[in-house]
Nanobody, 122 residues
């Protein structure tokens, strides 16, 4: 497992943009696939986006496709989630995740961060 630390959450109005960051511990993080989940109040955690270890394969949930972009900077051991055209239904705690297998990132990632709150007002 790797240690993950998210940052960048906040409160903003609908239509705005926000970028979340996730720093992974150690060089091993750069060999892992990574991604983001979110959990809204009263709802289950849901997959948001994933990226492979090299950074050229990405995947998104239908609810964020075209609005969110996942990327990574290996020099900084960091994965980003750029969120544009935010909606009130995007309000949730966003969790950074990582796993040695890209296929597991979407379903059952081994490593989780503590989460960062994103609140979008109408």
């Amino acid at each position: 497992q790797v240690q993950l630390r998210e940052s960048g959450g906040g409160l903003l109005q609908a239509g705005g943009s926000l970028r979340l960051s996730c720093v992974g511990s150690g060089r091993i993080f750069n060999a892992y696939a990574a991604g983001w989940f979110r959990q809204a109040p009263g709802k289950e955690r849901e997959f948001v986006a994933s990226i492979n270890w090299y950074g050229e394969i990405t995947d998104y949930s239908d609810s964020v496709k075209g609005r969110f972009t996942i990327s990574r900077d290996k020099a900084k051991n960091t994965v980003f989630l750029q969120m544009n055209s935010l909606k009130p239904e995007d309000t949730a705690v966003y969790y950074c995740v990582a796993d040695g297998l890209l296929s597991r990132v979407r379903t059952a990632p081994a490593s989780w961060g503590q989460g960062t709150q994103v609140t979008v007002s109408s």
